[in-house]
């Protein structure tokens, strides 16, 4: 699947554009500069500082988003968005009023460029389950038609416990579930891709009425 270039974008200007509008409205230094005024100002931010706790360790990268300052009335706001290579920054955000051209990348460009370096990226949500209760879902398959959560159950994570029933102790990841199943069920030649699908819908169909914090 090819990524929304223009999505991504949109939602980096929108939020540079609250951060710009917030400095504008806390830092006399930038409105200044800014508001009635027809120079051109920049400003840096630095994103391995902004909104960071301080107990979190960070590696800093070596490009840095550039706005470039306009104001309406007195309220400041981002113009323009590109991204600058090499700038020096210890703080939040700093101003300069004339970026060498030559360390700017235009934000599209840039998007692109840091996806391709990024490659294929896998978010993993980390909590904690509790106050799970038993669920049972129908499954629309020919091997398997039913999985039920079952907190009480004692011995392996999974069984099949009645014909084409398999019951669950814990929850599992989807991947680990059906190859338990498939393995329990070799003897009849497995799982086909289909009930493979209509498992896995019914698993997330299950797991959204799990109690979860």
Same mark, same amino acid.
């Given at each position: 699947?090819?990524?929304?270039?223009?999505?991504?974008?949109?939602?980096?200007?929108?939020? !540079?554009?609250?951060?710009?509008?917030?400095?504008?409205?806390?830092?006399?230094?930038?409105?200044?500069? !800014?508001?009635? %005024?027809?120079?051109?100002?920049?400003?840096?931010?630095?994103?391995?500082?902004?909104?960071?706790?301080?107990?979190?360790?960070?590696? =800093?990268?070596?490009?840095?988003?550039?706005?470039?300052?306009?104001?309406?009335?007195? %309220?400041? #706001?981002? +113009?323009?968005?590109?991204?600058?290579?090499?700038? @020096?920054?210890?703080?939040?955000?700093?101003?300069?009023?004339?970026?060498?051209?030559? #360390?700017?990348?235009?934000?599209?460009?840039?998007?692109?460029?840091?996806?391709?370096?990024?490659?294929?990226?896998?978010?993993?949500? *980390?909590?904690?389950?509790?106050?799970? #209760?038993? &669920? @049972? =879902? +129908?499954?629309?398959?020919?091997?398997?038609?039913? *999985?039920?959560? $079952?907190?009480?159950? @004692?011995?392996?994570?999974? &069984?099949?416990?009645? /014909?084409? $029933?398999?019951?669950?102790?814990? !929850?599992?990841?989807?991947?680990?579930?059906? /190859? *338990?199943?498939?393995?329990?069920?070799?003897?009849?030649?497995?799982?086909?891709?289909?009930?493979? #699908?209509?498992?896995?819908?019914?698993?997330?169909?299950?797991?959204? +009425?799990?109690?979860?914090?």
């Amino acid at each position: 699947m090819k990524p929304n270039f223009a999505k991504i974008e949109e939602r980096i200007q929108t939020s !540079v554009g609250a951060v710009v509008n917030n400095i504008g409205e806390i830092d006399d230094a930038v409105a200044s500069a !800014v508001v009635g %005024r027809k120079t051109i100002v920049h400003l840096v931010i630095n994103g391995s500082f902004l909104y960071r706790d301080k107990s979190v360790r960070t590696t =800093q990268s070596q490009r840095r988003l550039l706005a470039r300052l306009t104001a309406t009335g007195k %309220r400041v #706001r981002s +113009e323009n968005i590109s991204i600058i290579d090499s700038e @020096t920054i210890k703080t939040h955000y700093k101003m300069i009023f004339l970026p060498d051209a030559a #360390r700017l990348t235009a934000l599209t460009a840039g998007v692109a460029q840091e996806l391709a370096i990024s490659g294929d990226l896998l978010f993993i949500l *980390l909590g904690t389950v509790k106050g799970m #209760r038993p &669920q @049972t =879902q +129908e499954v629309d398959g020919k091997k398997v038609k039913q *999985l039920r959560l $079952v907190p009480s159950l @004692t011995g392996v994570d999974v &069984q099949r416990t009645a /014909e084409g $029933v398999y019951s669950m102790r814990r !929850v599992l990841p989807i991947e680990e579930l059906l /190859e *338990l199943i498939d393995g329990d069920l070799k003897g009849q030649g497995g799982i086909s891709p289909e009930d493979r #699908r209509v498992i896995g819908a019914a698993y997330d169909a299950m797991l959204d +009425e799990v109690t979860t914090k």
